[in-house]
């Protein structure tokens, strides 16, 4: 079959949230739910790692070490979710992802020590990187170019929303239950509700990507074509992509490297700032609300942001999110109070809303149809490295400065760095803003 006759066949398959709204809406249930899942393990679990489940006052590796072990395996788990799903397609994936978190509610409750807490959060990897990696990807199959902004920006609007409710919940849940069962009622209503959907109500995207790729060989795009990566067959191999994300294309590397380093802040607000402030006197339920701050401004924030780089392009916003990110988890040492410590964590989600959705915007301007799927996955395996890169730095200044305000000053220092880095090696992806030369 010749490359127009190719085209031709998926004439009936039109992209566009409008136009797929029905799954564009399901797959942010979808999201949302998975934000739940990850949300859950956010605020009790870290602040009763002593009492609750055995972790010494001041053990700071042994504290992070469920986050390195989250990071690790979330990563790697990514890497091949992307891979996979140009195999067996997206929704098997997706399945998959929420299979593997069925006994994560159930290894809590009965979790005799910590080391039972690092495994459901390895499970937790798992979910995370099969499921979530499938939400973004199938989103970007159905979507346009021009929209890809927005729909990252709802993307992780609606996941990091899901965190940030879970986070609340979880903490009035532990108070009205008790820890362990609170989070097992919590967890097992989600899973079962997710799975259910994913099942019933979740439609197969991969037709969209081949659409897409078959219309790009045919020369039958629409609007300006991005800066694709030339050094790259059509069909590469998985060493292919990675290398080419890694270092062989300096924009991807840039924008890699910045993903890992932003997580260094979210595997902060996970381990240290329920620590921090339950130090500092606040309640379960107070911490519950300044971590949900953080994840509400995040979430409710790239409602706007990724929309806005439609318009302004994907290079200013992820670095002035960098420097602003940095700021917030600064300013959380230079003051006192509730309030304080909420303004600093809007500050952070802010700044975070800016570069998240955009990062992984940029990364699929430049990454081709034919294997978008593996280079998301690529990035995601750097980025969520962060989380065991971050959590095991953390660990390391916390130890050696025998204090988790070390924690704070490292992430806030790492977070300048790359943003610099992304100024410095990076260049505008948006296919409108700047095309690829004609050829």
Same mark, same amino acid.
């Given at each position: 079959?010749?490359?127009?006759?190719?085209?031709? $066949?998926?004439?009936?398959?039109?992209?566009?949230?409008?136009?797929?709204?029905?799954?564009?809406?399901?797959?942010?249930?979808?999201?949302?739910?998975?934000? +739940?899942?990850?949300?859950?393990? @956010?605020?009790?679990?870290?602040?009763?790692?002593?009492?609750?489940?055995? !972790? /010494?006052?001041? #053990?700071?590796?042994?504290? *992070? /070490?469920?986050?390195?072990?989250?990071?690790?395996?979330?990563?790697?788990?990514?890497?091949?979710?992307?891979?996979?799903?140009e195999r067996m397609g997206r929704?098997?994936?997706?399945?998959?992802? %929420?299979?593997?978190?069925?006994?994560?509610?159930?290894? =809590?409750?009965?979790a005799p020590t910590w080391g039972?807490?690092?495994?459901? *959060?390895?499970?937790?990897?798992?979910?995370?990187?099969?499921?979530?990696?499938?939400?973004?990807?199938?989103k970007m199959d159905i979507t346009?170019?021009?929209?890809?902004?927005?729909?990252?920006?709802?993307?992780?609007?609606?996941?990091?929303?899901?965190?940030?409710?879970?986070?609340?919940?979880?903490?009035?849940?532990? /108070?009205?239950?008790?820890?362990?069962?609170?989070? +097992? =009622?919590?967890? +097992?209503?989600?899973?079962?509700? $997710?799975?259910?959907?994913?099942?019933?109500?979740?439609?197969?995207?991969?037709?969209?990507?081949?659409?897409?790729?078959?219309?790009?060989?045919?020369?039958?795009?629409?609007?300006?074509?991005? @800066?694709?990566?030339?050094?790259?067959?059509? #069909?590469?191999? *998985?060493?292919?992509?990675?290398? +080419?994300?890694?270092?062989?294309?300096?924009?991807?590397?840039?924008?890699?490297?910045?993903?890992? !380093?932003?997580?260094?802040?979210?595997?902060?607000?996970?381990?240290?700032?329920? !620590?921090?402030?339950?130090?500092?006197?606040?309640?379960?339920?107070?911490?519950?609300?300044?971590?949900?701050?953080?994840?509400?401004? %995040?979430?409710?924030?790239?409602?706007?942001?990724?929309?806005?780089?439609?318009?302004?392009?994907?290079?200013?916003?992820?670095?002035?999110?960098?420097?602003?990110?940095?700021?917030?988890?600064?300013?959380?040492?230079?003051?006192?109070?509730?309030? %304080?410590?909420?303004?600093? $964590?809007?500050?952070?989600?802010?700044?975070?809303?800016?570069?998240?959705?955009?990062?992984?915007?940029?990364?699929?301007?430049?990454?081709?149809?034919?294997?978008?799927?593996?280079?998301?996955?690529?990035?995601?395996?750097?980025?969520?490295?962060?989380?065991?890169?971050?959590?095991?730095?953390?660990?390391?200044?916390?130890? !050696?400065?025998?204090?988790?305000?070390?924690?704070?000053?490292?992430?806030?220092?790492?977070?300048?760095?790359?943003?610099?880095?992304?100024?410095?090696?990076?260049?505008?992806?948006?296919?409108?803003?700047?095309?690829?030369?004609?050829?």
């Amino acid at each position: 079959m010749d490359k127009h006759k190719a085209a031709e $066949a998926y004439d009936h398959i039109t992209h566009g949230i409008r136009e797929n709204l029905g799954q564009f809406s399901q797959q942010l249930i979808q999201v949302f739910f998975v934000g +739940l899942t990850i949300g859950m393990m @956010r605020t009790v679990i870290p602040a009763l790692a002593e009492e609750e489940f055995g !972790v /010494a006052e001041g #053990s700071f590796m042994l504290l *992070t /070490a469920f986050v390195v072990a989250f990071g690790i395996v979330k990563g790697a788990l990514n890497f091949v979710a992307g891979r996979l799903s140009e195999r067996m397609g997206r929704k098997n994936v997706l399945l998959l992802g %929420w299979l593997s978190a069925i006994p994560i509610p159930f290894m =809590i409750l009965y979790a005799p020590t910590w080391g039972w807490i690092v495994a459901a *959060t390895v499970l937790l990897g798992v979910n995370q990187g099969l499921a979530w990696s499938m939400t973004q990807t199938a989103k970007m199959d159905i979507t346009r170019a021009d929209e890809r902004g927005f729909t990252m920006g709802m993307n992780e609007f609606s996941g990091y929303v899901g965190v940030a409710v879970a986070g609340i919940v979880t903490g009035y849940m532990a /108070a009205a239950f008790g820890p362990r069962v609170g989070l +097992l =009622i919590f967890g +097992l209503v989600v899973i079962a509700l $997710a799975i259910l959907m994913t099942v019933l109500l979740v439609r197969e995207t991969l037709d969209w990507a081949k659409a897409e790729g078959a219309r790009h060989a045919a020369g039958r795009n629409d609007g300006p074509v991005a @800066r694709y990566p030339q050094n790259i067959a059509d #069909s590469p191999t *998985t060493w292919q992509v990675f290398t +080419l994300m890694s270092w062989r294309d300096r924009r991807m590397a840039a924008f890699s490297q910045a993903g890992l !380093v932003e997580k260094f802040v979210d595997a902060l607000v996970w381990v240290f700032y329920p !620590v921090f402030l339950y130090q500092q006197g606040l309640s379960l339920a107070a911490i519950g609300w300044v971590v949900g701050i953080y994840g509400f401004v %995040w979430g409710g924030s790239q409602f706007a942001t990724g929309r806005l780089s439609d318009h302004i392009g994907r290079m200013k916003p992820i670095v002035w999110g960098m420097w602003i990110c940095g700021a917030g988890v600064a300013l959380t040492l230079l003051g006192q109070g509730v309030f %304080w410590w909420s303004f600093a $964590a809007a500050v952070t989600g802010f700044g975070m809303a800016l570069l998240y959705p955009n990062l992984s915007a940029a990364v699929a301007d430049i990454a081709h149809p034919n294997w978008r799927g593996s280079a998301i996955g690529t990035y995601r395996f750097w980025r969520d490295l962060g989380y065991g890169i971050g959590a095991l730095g953390l660990g390391i200044v916390a130890h !050696v400065g025998g204090t988790v305000d070390w924690g704070f000053w490292f992430v806030a220092i790492a977070m300048f760095l790359s943003g610099a880095a992304v100024w410095w090696w990076g260049e505008e992806t948006h296919p409108r803003l700047n095309p690829a030369d004609p050829q």
